[in-house]
């Protein structure tokens, strides 16, 4: 299960990783986010030593959401090194998550 991360703990979890990062910016009364958590869930076991998946919840930290110009929940930002790399809105199925996985692990 993809660890929640708040504003405090972004930059050594995200930006600090040695490994690339996942992150889904999501609410709790979002459906899609619902729908999309076990899909991140069998990315974040089928990739662990590779890839790191965190949540940031739009409801407690908009300072994140606001900062990294996210207007949608779900949506999911890749990181590597740093930086982000590329992002996704809405849902997204398996197949089109793993195949922007597989570039930047």
């Known amino acids: 299960m993809a660890k929640r991360v708040n504003t405090e703990e972004f930059e050594s979890e995200v930006l600090q990783s040695e490994l690339p990062v ?4 999501y609410s709790d009364s979002c459906i899609p986010c ?3 958590s076990p899909i991140l869930g069998g990315i974040e076991d089928d990739y662990e030593d590779q890839l790191k ?3 940031v919840n739009v409801n407690f ?3 994140l959401a606001q900062k990294y110009e996210v207007a949608a929940s779900p949506t999911l930002l890749f990181f ?3 930086k982000e790399v590329d992002r996704i809105r809405g849902l997204v199925k398996r197949p ?3 195949e922007v996985v597989k570039k930047y692990i």
């Open 22 to 25: 996942v992150v889904e910016f």
């Open 34 to 36: 619902k729908q999309l």
């Open 53 to 55: 998946v965190v949540k």
């Open 61 to 63: 930290d908009a300072d």
């Open 80 to 82: 590597r090194s740093g």
């Open 96 to 98: 089109a998550l793993e």
